[in-house]
């Protein structure tokens, strides 16, 4: 199976900061990476597919990169909506394998 | 607005079966892979395996001899059956709907303890 780190896996930020996540596989992707947002009680949302793609609806601060093992999540301006957690999603190769999940919240 | 609902009991004993059920709503179950993904508490997310709508399947390894998935079109609902549980199949249980093998939609997740 193919490995997902996270880091940090955890972070405290205030409202108008920058925010980077990162996201390693253990064998190369390509670009077969989604990022989620997951709020307590609420279903998963989608915010990026394919490692750069910003979801429909989706706010243009939030934005992703990378390919091959390396990837970056990035909250520009956090808003008050944006505290929950953030998972990466590797969809290269069966089965499926997420990311261990970045805490994003209040400073 | 696509939505999905988990349903099933949320109390399973050690060694039964444990049965979910996702209801679609809003949209077209047709031409879609249907996930289902769990995650126990305090732990990452696992992907349990899918369901095309023509029925055709794909297990994680990890779970495949204990996992039966099937789908109801004209019920616009499928189901996951996880057998011969123990108490590390306690987990938030997600249904998720995947576009290729992107999950652009998914429950809310229902709980699911194992426990006598």
């Known amino acids: 199976d193919i490995q997902m780190t996270q880091s940090p896996s955890s972070l405290s930020a205030s409202v108008g900061d920058k925010v980077t996540i990162t996201c390693q596989a253990s064998?190369?992707?390509?670009?077969?990476l989604n990022w989620y947002q997951h709020k307590p009680g609420k279903p998963p949302k989608l915010l990026i597919y394919d490692a750069s793609n910003l979801q429909t609806g989706v706010p243009s601060r939030f934005h992703g990169s990378g390919s091959g093992t390396d990837f970056t999540f990035t909250i520009n301006s956090l808003q008050p909506e944006d505290f929950a957690t953030y998972f990466c999603?590797?969809?290269?190769?069966?089965?499926?394998?997420f990311g261990p999940g970045t805490t994003v919240d209040i400073k | 607005q696509v939505h999905l609902q988990e349903s099933g009991p949320g109390l399973v004993k050690p060694s039964e079966t444990l049965s979910l059920t996702c209801t679609v709503s809003?949209?077209?179950?047709?031409?879609?892979?249907w996930n289902w993904v769990r995650q126990p508490a305090g732990k990452g997310l696992e992907w349990i395996g899918r369901i095309y709508t023509s029925g055709s399947t794909s297990y994680n390894p990890s779970l495949e001899s204990r996992v039966t998935m099937s789908i109801d079109t004209s019920k616009k609902q499928f189901s996951l059956s996880l057998t011969s549980v123990t108490a590390a199949d306690t987990a938030v249980y997600f249904c998720?709907?995947?576009?290729?093998?992107?999950?652009?939609?998914w429950g809310q997740g229902t709980l699911v303890t194992v426990s006598a």
């Open positions: 998720a709907r995947a576009p290729q093998s992107i999950f652009d939609h």
């Open positions: 064998q190369d992707i390509t670009n077969y």
């Open positions: 809003g949209g077209s179950i047709s031409s879609f892979y």
């Open positions: 999603h590797q969809y290269a190769i069966l089965p499926f394998t």
